[in-house]
């Protein structure tokens, strides 16, 4: 990762900027939504090896920094949801396309089916992923 | 299987946010089938988005607006080789890639 930064920082102008937009492991939570309001399942449960993936990330930014690469100018987190209309839509979802990223035991699965089969009509369910943005700045080693 | 992402747009107004795209030339790293290119490609001087999974890239090129193929472009390629020269780009964006 500190390479394909080394290589990012050579095609970009001098004082040019890199902006780095990644979801964020953190046991993600899993609710109900409707127009009566949000209600928290539970959380997911993070795999082991997209954590790691995250903790290298983040070395290689502090490194990138530590170089004088580039200077960290701001930083900062928000959500990013997901929705389905069911329970089964979402399970089929996370099954098909975050198999290695997350796992959500089947007590939870079960919880959020309860919890949505009681909301109101309009209830869905959604996943709320953390979120970061960094907004990095090209600099010139002395 | 239908899922609906982000329809509250927090992702776009964050990104816009940190990222004055005017006139500039982008570089966005794992464009994947360009969701975030859309979101900023019409302000921007050009764009390049590479990424190494061809089918998403695929994708992205068939859903490039009309009036954004001459300044939008899409390649395979990995970020720890880039094939571009020093200094080619005024903006990089690593998209959902790290």
């Known amino acids: 990762m500190v390479h394909a930064l080394n290589e990012i920082r050579r095609v970009l102008v001098k004082s040019g900027s890199l902006i780095d937009l990644r979801p964020v492991l953190d046991r993600w939570p899993i609710e109900v939504t409707s127009k009566s309001g949000n209600h928290e399942a539970g959380r997911a449960t993070d795999l082991p090896e997209p954590v790691a993936d995250d903790e290298a990330a983040e070395r290689a930014m502090a490194e990138a920094e530590q170089l004088g690469w580039f200077m960290r100018e701001r930083q900062e987190v928000f959500p990013f949801f997901y929705y389905w209309d069911t329970p089964k839509e979402m399970r089929e979802y996370i099954d098909e396309t975050w198999n290695d990223v997350i796992h959500i035991e089947d007590e939870l699965w079960r919880q959020l089916g309860t919890s949505w089969a009681t909301a109101n009509a309009d209830a869905r369910v959604r996943i709320r992923l953390k979120m970061m943005i960094t907004g990095l700045r090209k600099q010139d080693p002395s | ?98």
């Open chain 2, 1 to 98: 299987m239908t899922v609906q992402t982000d329809p509250e747009r927090t992702e776009s107004k964050y990104f816009k946010r940190y990222a004055d795209l005017a006139g500039k030339r982008v570089l966005e790293i794992g464009c994947g089938d360009g969701r975030l290119t859309w979101l900023y490609a019409k302000s921007a001087a050009r764009v390049t988005g590479i990424d190494l999974h061809r089918d998403d890239l695929r994708v992205a090129t068939i859903d490039r607006p009309a009036d954004l193929e001459h300044k939008v472009v899409f390649i395979r390629a990995d970020s720890i080789h880039l094939p571009f020269a020093k200094e080619s780009f005024d903006i990089a964006i690593l998209a959902w890639s790290f």
